[in-house]
């Protein structure tokens, strides 16, 4: 339904009147396009803001106080953050805003806004969330979604007036994702989330300034040619480890690639397209890195319910979502792993 919105009105109004309360908000996010574009929605539409990216886990601890201390921001806005220890909010010493689309969780003094709360079971992302409140930049909202695996309702009347970036036809958010020049916009905004600290601002602020999808695409502007040259040598990167993937010849309904990469981890993103290429198989892309080996595990079956058996003893962890987990394991202990992988997989089929 393309006017399908996110939470009931009443609520999309009381957040808007919360954003627009701030003139200078600190605004943390996750680092993926979904919260990439959570925090261009938020920051275009305010007009000013400090944005920080969370590249590690997506936990807002009193160590984050420090930025609020540094930036003196009249409110704090956290998006698309699955938890916010409350020891944060009581310590933050302004008002706390928090949207996001994660399980639930009981925090008091915090604006809280979550899909959630109507829809237990809702699979809505961050960034439609936000596109709800602010009501401009579809086109970044679409990136962010898709990025989630999500096609929005805002997604058919994009359809309708932006044919050469989601054409008609695509109903799927994979297809969009993997297909279309929408989803090679999700890859960019990925993709330069990427390398050094320095390099990832850097693209933050030109990416503020951009316009439209277009210009984005094409490099028709300083900024937009700018991002292009930073995100070429990586995508090219990202090109050249998925064809390496590709050429792994699957065996007991496994493909499996292991790489080494001290600058770039594409792990998410190198199973995701293999996944969509490979989706009657168990997709197990790894990282060698410092003695230890980490993976991305993507299957139409439940992985979850396998996991546990397969790192039981071993120097591993992981967990994550039904088709698509993460494992961190030793590399004296991945042969095995392997192994035990093959096994319970093959007890499935």
């Known amino acids: 339904m393309e006017n399908e919105k996110s939470m009931p009105q009443n609520e999309i109004e009381k957040a808007r009147r919360d954003i627009d309360e701030s003139y200078r908000p600190l605004i ?14 938020l920051y275009r539409y305010i007009g000013d803001g400090h944005g920080v990216p969370i590249k590690t886990t997506p936990v807002i601890t009193t160590d984050f106080l420090r930025f609020v ?13 699955a938890v916010v220890e409350q020891d944060f909010i009581d310590k933050a010493k302004v008002p706390v805003v928090w949207i996001d689309h994660h399980q639930l969780l009981e925090r008091r003094k915090v604006r809280y806004y979550n899909p959630r709360r109507y829809k237990e079971d809702a699979n809505i992302p961050a960034s439609q969330v936000c596109y709800d409140i602010v009501e401009q930049d579809d086109w970044i909202a679409m990136i962010g979604c898709v990025g989630d695996w999500v096609l929005p309702p805002l997604a058919e009347k994009f359809s309708k007036e932006h044919p050469d970036l989601l054409p008609p036809g695509i109903k799927r958010p994979e297809d969009a994702l993997f297909t279309t020049k929408i989803g090679f916009l999700t890859n960019m905004f990925s993709f330069l989330l ?5 390099d990832v601002k850097s693209s933050i602020e030109l990416l503020k300034k951009i316009k439209s999808a277009e210009e984005l695409l094409e490099g ?37 690639h292991l790489y080494s990469d001290d600058k770039w981890s594409f792990t998410k993103e190198v199973s995701n397209e293999m996944f969509y290429r490979n989706p009657d198989k168990m997709i197990v892309i790894g990282r060698e890195r410092n003695g230890s080996v980490k993976l991305s595990l993507r299957w139409a079956g439940n992985i979850p319910e396998i996991l ?10 992981g967990g994550g979502h039904e088709h698509a987990c993460g494992v961190v394991v030793s590399k004296d202990d991945y042969p095995e792993f392997i192994r035990r992988l093959r096994e319970l997989v093959n007890s499935k089929q």
């Open 308 to 317: 546990e058996e397969a790192i039981s003893g071993l120097e591993a962890r």
């Open 194 to 198: 990427k390398g050094k600290t320095k």
């Open 220 to 256: 028709k502007s300083r900024e937009a040619a700018l991002l292009k040259k930073r995100f070429e040598p990586v995508y090219e990167r990202y090109q050249a480890l998925l064809k390496e993937a590709l050429d792994e010849k699957p065996q007991d309904g496994l493909v499996v």
């Open 28 to 41: 943390f996010f996750h680092d993926d396009p979904d919260g990439l574009a959570s925090f261009l929605l």
């Open 69 to 81: 201390d540094k930036h003196e921001p009249d409110k704090v806005i956290i998006v698309d953050i």
